[in-house]
Antibody
Framework: EVQLVQSGAEVKKPGESLRISCKGSGYSFTGYWINWVRQMPGKGLEWVGRIHPSDSYTSYSPSFQGHVTFSIDKSISTAYLQWSRLKASDTAMYYC???????????????WGQGTLVTVSS | EIVMTQSPATLSVSPGERATLSCRASQSVSSNLAWYQQKPGQAPRLLIYGASTRATGIPARFSGSGSGTEFTLTISSLQSEDFGVYYCQQYNKRPPKTFGQGTKVEIK
C-alpha cells in the first residue's frame, strides 16, 4: 500500500526558516513524482510544484517560484518542502501527493499525505 | 497557465437527488481532467481521472463526462456522506497543474 506520511504541525515567526517532510513507503520512492499542494485557511487547493526523487528534477508553479524549495533524501525515502524566510501569508496546510501509475508527463494524484499545518505568526 | 472555473460555488441537494457540478478550462485540456472530494479536516480524495474513469473504490453513483474545455461531475443519487468540497484539476501536457476553486456540496 502506497503511504505518504508528513511531519507534524509547525508554528513559526515571520522571517524564520522551515523545512517540512513527506516520507513515502510501500512503493519505489525514486520512481515517481512527489507533488506539493497548498491550502490556505478556508480556501481551495493550489499546486505548488513537483520533484522527481531519482534526480531531484523540479518544476515550480510560477506563483511559488523563488519562495519555496523542494529537496529529496533518497536514503530515507523522504521529500522536503522548505522556506528560507517565512511570511504570514505562508500560513496554510501543505499536502504531498503522488501517483505510482505515472511515469511520464503530468498526472492526477491518487495518494496523498495527511497534510502539515504551517502557522506563521508574530 | 490554464485557468479552471467551477460552478456553482455551492450546491444544496436533498439525499437521493442528482447533483451536477461543472468545470470549465480556459483552453483545451483534452481528457486530462480529475475530480477530487475533500471533507473537513481530510486530505483530498481522487474520484475521477481521465475525465470519466472512476478511481479505485469509488461508488458507481459518481460519474464524470466531458472533454476539451467543458466537464461535468454527476452524483446520481446523493448520499449523506457525499457532502464536502469538490475540485477539478487539469494535468494537461506541461506544468503547472491547476485546480478549480471548488464546489461545496451541502446536504439539504
Amino acid at each position: 500500500e502506497v503511504q505518504l506520511v508528513q511531519s507534524g504541525a509547525e508554528v513559526k515567526k515571520p522571517g524564520e526558516s522551515l523545512r517540512i517532510s513527506c516520507k513515502g513507503s510501500g512503493y519505489s520512492f525514486t520512481g515517481y513524482w512527489i507533488n506539493w499542494v497548498r491550502q490556505m485557511p478556508g480556501k481551495g487547493l493550489e499546486w505548488v510544484g513537483r520533484i522527481h526523487p531519482s534526480d531531484s528534477y523540479t518544476s515550480y508553479s510560477p506563483s511559488f517560484q523563488g519562495h519555496v524549495t523542494f529537496s529529496i533524501d533518497k536514503s530515507i525515502s523522504t521529500a522536503y518542502l522548505q522556506w528560507s524566510r517565512l511570511k504570514a501569508s505562508d500560513t496554510a496546510m501543505y499536502y504531498c501527493a503522488t501517483n505510482v501509475d505515472c511515469t511520464t508527463g503530468l498526472c492526477y494524484d491518487d495518494s496523498w499525505g495527511q497534510g502539515t499545518l504551517v502557522t506563521v505568526s508574530s | 497557465e490554464i485557468v479552471m472555473t467551477q460552478s456553482p460555488a455551492t450546491l444544496s441537494v436533498s439525499p437521493g437527488e442528482r447533483a451536477t457540478l461543472s468545470c470549465r478550462a480556459s483552453q483545451s485540456v483534452s481528457s486530462n481532467l480529475a475530480w477530487y472530494q475533500q471533507k473537513p479536516g481530510q486530505a483530498p480524495r481522487l474520484l475521477i481521472y481521465g475525465a470519466s474513469t472512476r478511481a479505485t473504490g469509488i461508488p458507481a453513483r459518481f460519474s464524470g463526462s466531458g472533454s476539451g474545455t467543458e466537464f461535468t461531475l454527476t452524483i446520481s443519487s446523493l448520499q449523506s456522506e457525499d457532502f464536502g468540497v469538490y475540485y477539478c484539476q487539469q494535468y494537461n501536457k506541461r506544468p503547472p497543474k491547476t485546480f478549480g476553486q471548488g464546489t461545496k456540496v451541502e446536504i439539504k
